[in-house]
C-alpha cells in the first residue's frame, strides 16, 4: 500500500502521541552516536506531554539509556529497542529479553567479520544487536544475509529487523506495535485516539497498530508505507506537532 499523498488532519491534544526518534524528531546520522538532540525539541515535546495529560511516548530504536541520557531532566514514557524495553507512565519498567548465551554467541561471530570490514559497526544495545552499514553501503546484501543467517543458527525465537543501513537481531514478537498496544492499554493513552510517526522500515508495525484501530499513521519522507498519511522531514514532523499547542 503506498501512503497518501496529502498531509495528516491537524493534531489535538486529546490524541495519545507515539514518536520514532532517529529520522522523525531528529534527523540521521553517519553513526548511532553522532546524532543531537536539540533543545528547541526537548521543548516542544515537553510541552506537548504537559498539554495531552501525558499523552506522548518515545517508541524508538535506541536502547533506554541513550534516550534518558539525551533527555536530560524531561520524563515521559519511553519504549526502547523496539519494544523490547518498555518505561510506562508510572515509571515501571517492562523488559523482553533475549536468550543472553545466544546473544553471546552472536557477538562472537561477529568479530572477524567486524575486522575484515572497517565500515561495519556492531551496535550492542543489551537485549538487540545492531549491525550498522551506513558507511559501508554497498555491503547491505552481505549484512542483511549475515544476520539472517546468525538469527537462525541461533534457535531461540530470534528475528531480524531491518532498518536504514541497519540490520537488527531481536527476540520475534516483540515490536513496536506491542509496544503501542501496551501503552494503549494504561492510563493516559488508554481510550484515546493514536498517533504513530516514524520513518523507517521499523516503524511499519506501529503503523499497522494504529491502523486496527482507526488511528493517525504518519510516514516521515518517501518509501512505500502502510501509514495512511505522511510528512515530508524532520523539520514538518516538529511543526506538525506544535500546531496542537496553538489551539
Given at each position: 500500500?503506498?501512503?497518501?499523498p496529502?498531509?495528516?488532519?491537524?493534531?489535538?491534544?486529546?490524541?495519545?502521541?507515539?514518536?520514532?526518534?532517529d529520522?522523525?524528531?531528529?534527523?540521521?546520522?553517519d553513526?548511532?552516536?553522532?546524532?543531537?538532540?536539540?533543545?528547541?525539541?526537548?521543548?516542544?515535546?515537553?510541552?506537548?506531554h504537559?498539554?495531552?495529560?501525558?499523552?506522548?511516548?518515545?517508541?524508538?530504536?535506541?536502547?533506554?539509556?541513550?534516550?534518558?541520557?539525551?533527555?536530560?531532566?524531561?520524563?515521559?514514557?519511553?519504549?526502547?529497542?523496539?519494544?523490547m524495553?518498555?518505561?510506562?507512565?508510572?515509571?515501571?519498567?517492562?523488559?523482553?529479553?533475549a536468550?543472553?548465551?545466544?546473544?553471546?554467541?552472536?557477538?562472537?561471530?561477529?568479530?572477524?567479520?567486524?575486522?575484515?570490514h572497517?565500515?561495519?559497526?556492531?551496535?550492542?544495545?543489551?537485549?538487540?544487536?545492531?549491525?550498522?552499514?551506513?558507511?559501508?553501503?554497498?555491503?547491505?546484501?552481505?549484512?542483511?544475509?549475515?544476520m539472517?543467517?546468525?538469527?537462525?543458527?541461533?534457535g531461540?525465537?530470534?528475528?531480524?529487523?531491518f532498518?536504514?543501513?541497519?540490520?537488527?537481531?531481536?527476540?520475534?514478537?516483540?515490536?513496536?506495535?506491542?509496544?503501542?498496544?501496551?501503552?494503549?492499554?494504561?492510563?493516559?493513552?488508554?481510550?484515546?485516539?493514536?498517533?504513530?510517526?516514524?520513518?523507517?522500515?521499523?516503524?511499519?508495525?506501529?503503523?499497522a497498530?494504529?491502523?486496527?484501530?482507526?488511528?493517525?499513521?504518519?510516514?516521515?519522507?518517501?518509501?512505500?508505507?502502510?501509514?495512511?498519511?505522511?510528512?515530508?522531514?524532520?523539520?514538518?514532523?516538529?511543526?506538525w506537532?506544535?500546531?496542537?499547542?496553538?489551539?
Amino acid at each position: 500500500m503506498t501512503v497518501r499523498p496529502g498531509p495528516p488532519p491537524p493534531p489535538q491534544v486529546d490524541w495519545a502521541y507515539f514518536l520514532d526518534v532517529d529520522g522523525t524528531l531528529i534527523d540521521l546520522a553517519d553513526t548511532p552516536d553522532a546524532v543531537r538532540v536539540d533543545t528547541a525539541l526537548l521543548d516542544l515535546i515537553a510541552r506537548l506531554h504537559r498539554a495531552s495529560g501525558g499523552a506522548v511516548a518515545l517508541v524508538s530504536g535506541r536502547a533506554l539509556s541513550f534516550l534518558e541520557q539525551r533527555l536530560g531532566t524531561l520524563r515521559l514514557p519511553l519504549a526502547g529497542q523496539h519494544g523490547m524495553e518498555r518505561r510506562d507512565a508510572a515509571g515501571r519498567l517492562w523488559i523482553h529479553a533475549a536468550p543472553p548465551a545466544a546473544k553471546c554467541a552472536i557477538t562472537q561471530a561477529l568479530a572477524p567479520v567486524l575486522a575484515r570490514h572497517s565500515g561495519l559497526l556492531l551496535e550492542d544495545k543489551g537485549l538487540t544487536l545492531a549491525l550498522h552499514y551506513r558507511l559501508a553501503p554497498h555491503l547491505a546484501a552481505y549484512a542483511h544475509r549475515l544476520m539472517l543467517r546468525l538469527a537462525a543458527e541461533g534457535g531461540a525465537g530470534l528475528e531480524v529487523q531491518f532498518g536504514k543501513c541497519v540490520a537488527e537481531l531481536k527476540p520475534s514478537g516483540i515490536d513496536k506495535g506491542t509496544a503501542v498496544a501496551e501503552y494503549l492499554a494504561e492510563s493516559p493513552f488508554r481510550g484515546r485516539r493514536p498517533v504513530f510517526i516514524g520513518d523507517d522500515l521499523n516503524d511499519e508495525h506501529g503503523f499497522a497498530e494504529v491502523n486496527k484501530l482507526e488511528g493517525i499513521s504518519i510516514k516521515v519522507g518517501k518509501g512505500r508505507s502502510c501509514a495512511r498519511f505522511r510528512l515530508g522531514d524532520v523539520a514538518s514532523v516538529r511543526r506538525w506537532l506544535a500546531d496542537a499547542l496553538k489551539g
